[in-house]
């Protein structure tokens, strides 16, 4: 037996159920793309690891981050996905030097920098005022749409005359 679909309708059915098969909440919640650009005395911060930490108030808990590139920027990146949920965030920006010499990194943590901080394999080089939870005051909002932040660290210390 042979069915052919020949109505319109029937057809804008079967086109729409191909186009929405997946959507749904399934992927995690709708995210706005963040983007931007790390400086370091006025120059490109490459390698930098650029943390969002969610506000606990925001509706929607997505932290994330992104790693500057050779020329600054980057892309924040939540659970694979580009882009974080509406809310404020907290921003924290590492960037930690080699590994110590002779020490071993175990190969779970070979791509993970913060890890390896934490584990004292690397020591972090910027200030705390960028990199700590505690010290620092980087707040941003995430809004809908696009959204871009540049950060331009300072490492200079302000003489007092």
Same mark, same amino acid.
């Given at each position: ?32 793309? $963040?983007?931007?650009?790390? @400086?370091?005395?006025? /120059? &490109? ?6 943390? *969002?930490?969610? %506000? !606990? ?33 907290? $921003?924290?920006?590492?960037? @930690?030097?080699?590994? /110590? &010499? ?6 779970? *943590?070979?791509? %993970? !920098? ?48």
């Amino acid at each position: 037996m042979r069915i052919v679909a020949r109505s319109p309708v029937i057809m804008a059915c079967i086109a729409l159920g191909t186009i929405t098969a997946g959507c749904g909440d399934a992927s995690g919640p709708r995210l706005a793309p $963040v983007e931007g650009a790390v @400086t370091l005395n006025g /120059k &490109p911060l490459e390698e930098a690891t650029v943390s *969002f930490v969610p %506000d !606990p108030s925001n509706r929607e808990v997505t932290p994330g981050l992104g790693v500057s590139g050779e020329d600054g920027t980057f892309k924040v990146q939540h659970n694979g996905r580009f882009g974080l949920a509406l809310g404020k965030y907290k $921003v924290l920006i590492s960037k @930690t030097g080699s590994a /110590k &010499p002779g020490v071993t990194v175990p190969e779970a *943590f070979a791509n %993970d !920098p913060i890890q390896q901080r934490m584990m004292g394999i690397r020591k972090e080089t910027l200030p705390k005022k960028y990199s700590d939870p505690a010290t620092s005051t980087e707040i941003v909002e995430v809004k809908d749409g696009k959204n871009r932040y540049d950060f331009d660290l300072d490492t200079k210390v302000a003489v007092k005359k």
